[in-house]
């Protein structure tokens, strides 16, 4: 199939909202591995002081993931879908959170501009049309040294860890995506995980990007080898 983007994708998702949150509940780990991601970022202090972008909330699961890792930072979340955005918006959040309708390659139109000492990025860039257009903004967005953080599907490359994920995918997410009246949405999912980056490839194309101490870890549990955090830190002042 052709993988969904731009207003195609944004569609499928504002269709997708508003069962969204129940469907990621059923996937063991969704919650606390998003979690580990934000935690990964190593904000000081709980957050205070600092400004930090959610790129690509959807329905507000990494930016409650942020808000835990540092509940003293300002965080301005964005996603390019009106659905997931007010399905976001319609939970509780302290006085230090905001959303932005805006699509990633539109923050500046959207009025959303930096300085931001931390970017964090969730599911995001493998549904991009042009992921390296949107690292390269990124960096712009980011205060010198300031920190990105990519909680993505990249696989490992491994032949088990495709095998695990078609598997999963094919016998759990398709399934229950179908049911919501999803299907295309969801095979959009599994061909654009398939399809995109390995983890090395992303920490490479980071890495071209101009960021510099570029780190791939791991998540635990099944989804070891398909679920990956990609760290890295926007250059210093001068360079």
């Known amino acids: 199939m052709t993988l969904l983007r731009d207003e195609s994708l944004s569609a499928a998702f504002d269709h997708a909202a508003p069962a969204y949150d129940r469907l990621v509940a059923a996937n063991p780990g969704y919650h606390a591995h998003l979690r580990r991601s934000a935690r990964r970022l190593g904000l000081p202090d709980g957050g205070a002081g600092l400004r930090v972008l959610d790129l690509g909330c959807g329905t507000g699961a990494s930016t409650d993931a942020l808000l835990r890792a540092a509940p003293l930072a300002e965080i301005v979340a964005v996603d390019a879908s009106r659905g997931m955005l007010d399905r976001a918006e319609a939970k509780r959040w302290p006085p230090g959170v905001s959303f932005v309708h805006a699509a990633a390659e539109d923050l500046d139109r959207a009025g959303v501009r930096g300085p931001f000492d931390a970017v964090f990025a969730a599911y995001l860039f493998r549904n991009l049309a042009d992921p390296d257009a949107v690292l390269a903004a990124t960096r712009e967005l ?3 040294e300031g920190r990105l953080g990519v909680h993505e599907y990249t696989l490992s490359g491994r032949t088990l860890d495709r095998a695990v994920w078609t598997a999963v995918f094919h016998g759990v997410v398709l399934p229950a995506g179908t049911l919501t009246g999803d299907r295309r949405l969801y095979r959009h999912l599994f061909r ?12 490479a194309r980071v890495r071209r990007a101009g960021f510099r101490e570029v780190r791939v870890l791991p998540m635990p549990g099944w989804q070891t080898g398909i679920v990956h955090t990609v760290t890295a830190q926007a250059p210093g002042a001068g360079r």
Not at 192 to 203: E, L, N, P, Q, Y
């Open 142 to 144: 980011l205060a010198p």
């Open 192 to 203: 654009s995980v398939v399809d995109f980056d390995t983890a090395a490839a992303f920490a």
